[in-house]
Nanobody, 116 residues
Framework: QVQLVESGGGLVQPGGSLRLSCAAS????????MGWYRQAPGKERELVAS???????NYADSVKGRFTISRDNAKKMVYLQMNNLKSEDMDVYYC??????????WGQGTAVTVSS
């Protein structure tokens, strides 16, 4: 069974930074895309950033220039560096991986709180 475990969420002041990490474990065959979504209560989950197996990144317009996604294929990890955080970034962040056999696998979510 494949599991994703996120870490790095927490409380940060506006303008601050956080780095989210997501580690995949278990019987993973081959990972294609990896990425991060976020979701606020009562709202739909939205894509924040994704990265292909070759390292091509894609970002939501709202985070371009502030967030950076990266991955370590050998460690089966994906990261999200978040800088200049704003109150509107306050959400639960979910990582995902697209495995060629199992399809999309989700993490359990990690909360990001932006408050002074």
């Amino acid at each position: 069974q494949v599991q994703l475990v996120e870490s790095g969420g927490g409380l940060v002041q506006p303008g601050g930074s956080l780095r989210l990490s997501c580690a995949a474990s278990g019987r993973i065959f081959s990972i294609n895309d990896m990425g991060w979504y976020r979701q606020a209560p009562g709202k739909e989950r939205e894509l924040v950033a994704s990265i292909t197996s070759r390292g091509t990144a894609n970002y939501a317009d709202s985070v371009k220039g502030r967030f950076t996604i990266s991955r370590d294929n050998a460690k089966k990890m994906v990261y999200l560096q978040m800088n200049n955080l704003k109150s509107e970034d306050m959400d639960v962040y979910y990582c995902y991986v697209d495995d060629w056999v199992y399809g999309r696998i989700w993490g359990q979510g990690t909360a990001v709180t932006v408050s002074s």
